[in-house]
């Protein structure tokens, strides 16, 4: 099975629709006996937010004025998953870095395969105390040194460091194929055996969104996503 990505190192009504509008080109035609799943995650912003003016770069609610703006325009970091058939045996990195005004974590979140490793390096000259606590990890690593972390379990892991005010980062490990999403919408899942799963898309600031679809061998299948704040967290009684 190949686990497709749209980019690599990243919800409640949710709705999902099999459209047949041909905004988004249809991939190639999928391996003999397998299907493809396609198509463009949307973020949607709630009802009661208003979005920044594009002239001071602020929202307008002055309760807000203060807070990161959010660009609904892309996903930043999203991840679109079938929920079974992963490969363990990934490792990504997660590196701790420094400048002269600041520590970081890098990068903010990655994604994997459940099963998979983690690797955090420490790239700066001093020692830092990593925490992860779904794992239940601590450990302080000195200049050079790494650890791993094996994701086990799917869903998104929180990483911190302890020295650090508000210096974090996460990974998420997905239970099936997963596409990354960063600036472009558009996924893609291929070489997928058929049947019926469940689609999940997972983004850190929205709540999930889980759907029932069926792979067809020999057929690519568009499916939109919308991701926002009001919409139902999961759609299981849809159909696609």
Not at 111 to 116: F, S
Not at 228 to 240: F, I, K, L, M, N
Request: aromatic share 6%; glycine share 8%; with cysteine.
């Amino acid at each position: 099975m190949h686990f497709a990505r749209s980019s690599r190192a990243w919800t409640a009504a949710a709705a999902v629709a099999v459209l047949g509008a041909a905004c988004v080109s249809a991939p190639p035609a999928p391996t003999p006996g397998m299907g493809t799943l396609y198509g463009d995650l949307r973020l949607v912003p709630h009802a009661g937010v208003t979005m920044p003016d594009a002239n001071d770069g602020a929202y307008q609610d002055r309760h807000m004025r203060d807070a990161r703006i959010f660009d609904y325009s892309q996903p930043g970091f999203a991840v679109v998953y079938l929920d079974s058939g992963a490969r363990p045996g990934e490792r990504v990195d997660v590196t701790i870095r420094a400048s002269q005004i600041e520590t970081r974590l890098e990068p903010a979140w990655v994604a994997l395969a459940a099963g998979g490793t983690v690797v955090v390096h420490n790239a700066t000259a001093e020692a830092h105390t990593v925490s992860c606590p779904s794992l239940s990890k601590v450990a302080r690593l000195a200049p050079g040194d790494s650890l791993e972390l094996r994701a086990a379990a799917p869903g998104a892991n929180s990483l911190f460091l302890l020295d650090r005010p508000q210096v974090e980062s996460g990974f998420f490990a997905a239970p099936g194929p997963y596409a990354v999403l960063t600036r472009d919408p558009r996924f893609e899942l291929r070489d997928l055996p058929p049947g019926r799963f469940q689609l999940h898309a997972w983004h850190p600031r929205l709540p999930p969104l889980a759907q029932p679809i069926e792979v067809v061998a020999g057929q690519a299948t568009r499916v939109d996503l919308e991701l926002g704040v009001g919409r139902s967290q999961e759609t299981s009684d849809a159909h696609p």
